[in-house]
């Protein structure tokens, strides 16, 4: 079936420095990915969608300069965190939508844990 | 502006019992419902959606979910819990542009 990979499933980085977080549809083409972000206990929080070839749209109170999106292929989206903080620690989830039909199907990678020291 | 309650933070049931978990949903037009199950430190998996027609949906996993238009409500069953079922459960709204917005999540520990 489908698979979304996310890597890596785990990162620890200090303070200052950037972390790249790939997400890749491995065998169908991911017409839209999204990017979600989820705290301890809590729920998922959509942080922008991003189409291929095109700027990704954020969501409201989302720095784009801080979370950096970028879908070069139909298959790979990445997420870059700027200049990481220790409040960006999180659970960062994407998805991604296979095809444009109204129920085309919607696959989640299996996160990435940041910590940032 | 869609949004999603579910109302239950921690549900406890036996193994072998019945389990209910409530969805209340806002949103202005008809829309997509789905149901997310999450294991500690993993991803979501898709345990059913609607998106159109027979309210009564089947899902994976023996679950299933009943939209109800007049109540606003998605809520999820399964008539026998087995202790594999001890998750996170997630229930979701959004439309064709598939920007889903998340409830808060229900704990579901099962006790033998």
């Known amino acids: 079936g489908a698979v979304v990979s996310q890597h890596p499933s785990r990162v620890i980085c200090k303070s200052g420095t950037s972390v790249k977080i790939e997400c890749r549809s491995l065998d169908f083409q991911a017409t839209t990915m999204f990017w979600y972000r989820q705290f301890p206990k809590q729920s998922l929080m959509l942080m922008a969608t991003s189409n291929e070839g095109s700027k990704a749209t954020y969501e409201q109170g989302v720095e784009k300069d801080k979370f950096l999106i970028n879908h070069a292929s139909l298959t790979l989206s990445t997420l870059t965190v700027t200049s990481a903080h220790p409040e960006d620690s999180s659970f960062y989830i994407c998805?991604?939508?296979?095809?444009?039909?109204?129920?085309?199907?919607?696959?989640f990678g299996n996160g990435t844990r940041l910590t940032v020291t | 502006a869609q949004s999603v309650t579910q109302p239950d933070i921690h549900i406890t049931v036996s193994e072998g019992a019945s389990l209910e978990l409530r969805c209340n949903y806002s949103?202005?037009?008809?829309?997509?419902l789905f149901w997310y199950v999450q294991s500690p430190g993993q991803g979501l998996q898709l345990l059913l959606k609607?998106?159109?027609?027979?309210?009564l949906v089947q899902g994976i996993k023996g679950f299933e979910a009943e939209f109800k238009r007049s109540q606003s409500s998605f809520n999820l069953r399964k008539p026998s819990v087995h202790w594999s079922d001890a998750a996170e459960y997630f229930c979701a709204v959004g439309s064709n542009d598939y920007k889903l917005s998340f409830g808060a999540g229900t704990t579901v520990t099962v006790r033998a």
């Open positions: 609607y998106f159109s027609g027979d309210t």
């Open positions: 949103y202005g037009a008809t829309p997509y």
């Open positions: 998805s991604a939508r296979q095809g444009r039909a109204y129920n085309s199907p919607l696959h």
